[in-house]
Nanobody, 119 residues
Framework: QVQLVESGGGLVQAGGSLRLSCAASGSIFSINAMGWYRQAPGKQRELVASFTSGPTTNYADSVKGRFTISRDNASNTVYLQMNSLKPEDTAVYYC?????????????WGQGTQVTVSS
């Protein structure tokens, strides 16, 4: 079994900061990719930031220069530092981890954490 536990969402004023974390636990042999997605009301889920191949990062244009993704390999945790938050960043944020477990590669999603940015 694999579990992803997210934390760190909340309500913040525009210009403020939040840090999200997502810890993966369970029967994990290796992790291929880790990332953050978000889904605003009435919109499709979109990629925010991710690690794809090793240390290589990828960011949505809308968050470049404001958000930073990082990871702690020892604890299988991925973080998202969000600075200079804007009302349009309001969404439910989901972590996504692609990992190898029990002989197969699978993608897992966190439970989601609400981020609300007030103007």
């Amino acid at each position: 079994q694999v579990q992803l536990v997210e934390s760190g969402g909340g309500l913040v004023q525009a210009g403020g900061s939040l840090r999200l974390s997502c810890a993966a636990s369970g029967s994990i042999f290796s992790i291929n990719a880790m990332g953050w997605y978000r889904q605003a009301p009435g919109k499709q889920r979109e990629l925010v930031a991710s690690f794809t191949s090793g240390p290589t990062t990828n960011y949505a244009d809308s968050v470049k220069g404001r958000f930073t993704i990082s990871r702690d390999n020892a604890s299988n945790t991925v973080y998202l530092q969000m600075n200079s938050l804007k009302p349009e960043d309001t969404a439910v944020y989901y972590c996504n981890v692609v990992l190898f477990s029990y002989g197969s590669t699978r993608a897992f999603w966190g439970q989601g954490t609400q981020v609300t940015v007030s103007s």
